[in-house]
């Protein structure tokens, strides 16, 4: 796989409640690909991960709010599950105005897990067919998602723009590569 030299990826997290090996996976593999990864948060400051959602894990630095963020900066947008992560991103107007201006600008958007929970209140999941963690399915559809499939990576490239999805961490090396892909394609 070629590099990722000059391309720049977003990951947005909520403070608290990420998934950590949904944010570090793609972090870090992105990065050693080449990418310019930045991780910005609700608030900026610290992010406090968990393992399952349930036993605090390690903090990550992020540099930036999102309020002060615009996709015109970045080539991709990476969004994290976990429930209490995922919960409190699909609240805030700037993580919503952040998938939108994404989707509008025609580039990638990945979410993995609960993420898809974001896409919803963004307003861009119509007409898609997506994966996410099981119980965020009945969700999707109730969105009116084209559809929901049990893969480890979905990606649907509908209206001008990249969307891919993934279920949980065990899909992790999928989603990573299919973002990393669909980045080389951009």
């Known amino acids: 796989m070629s590099t990722l030299n000059g391309k720049r990826v ?4 909520s403070n608290t409640g990420i998934e950590r090996d949904e944010l570090l996976s793609p972090l870090e593999a992105l990065q050693q690909m080449g990418a310019t990864v930045t991780h910005a948060t609700i608030k900026g400051g610290d992010a406090q ?4 959602d349930t036993e605090k894990d390690v903090s990550v630095k992020s540099v930036f709010a999102l309020a002060k963020l615009s996709a015109t900066d970045y080539d991709a947008l990476v969004v994290p599950g976990g429930t209490v992560n995922a919960d409190t991103l699909r ?5 919503q105005r952040l998938v939108k201006e994404f989707a509008d600008a025609g ?9 898809p929970w974001l896409l919803i209140d963004a307003g861009v999941i119509e007409g898609k067919t997506l994966t996410s963690y099981p119980s965020v399915r009945i969700d999707l559809v109730n969105a009116k998602a084209a559809g929901w499939v049990d893969a480890q990576v979905k990606q649907c490239g509908a209206n001008g723009w990249t969307l891919i999805t993934s279920r949980t961490p065990k899909d992790l090396p999928a989603f990573n590569n299919a973002i990393a892909e669909a980045l080389q394609g951009a």
Do not use: E, N, S
């Open 10 to 13: 977003l990951i947005i997290t």
């Open 49 to 52: 991960t968990f393992v399952q």
């Open 91 to 95: 609240q805030d107007k700037d993580a």
């Open 107 to 115: 580039k990638v958007v990945a979410a993995i897990c609960h993420g």
